[in-house]
């Protein structure tokens, strides 16, 4: 029996090693937006925004005109909300 014992424990205890170096990766990136940041209504992926790297989904285009003029405010809001927006698709590069 404890030949048995000692590799379930040695299997166990690396398992919790590597979820604990792994769990800090996963939180660092948040849950998907699905909410506005603006109305709280849910987003449309067709009405955005790119600001400083990351797109903000809303739920109508009032809501990224909203956005513009405070985005600072809107994007604490999401991160208070554990969101992380999506990164911008990178720009066509130039010619």
């Not at 209504?41 to 009405?47: E, F, L, N, Q, R």
């Amino acid at each position: 029996m404890k030949k048995i014992r000692l590799p379930a424990l040695s299997l166990t205890l690396a398992m919790i090693a590597v979820g604990l170096v792994l769990a800090p990766v996963v939180l660092a990136q948040g849950k998907a937006q699905a909410i506005c940041p603006v109305l709280a209504g849910p987003i449309s992926k067709d009405v955005y925004t790119d600001y400083q790297g990351q797109r903000v989904y809303f739920c109508c285009t009032g809501c990224d005109a909203e956005f513009k003029k405070d985005p600072e405010k809107y994007l604490k809001k999401l991160q208070e909300q554990g969101v992380t927006p999506e990164k911008s698709p990178a720009a066509p590069e130039k010619k």
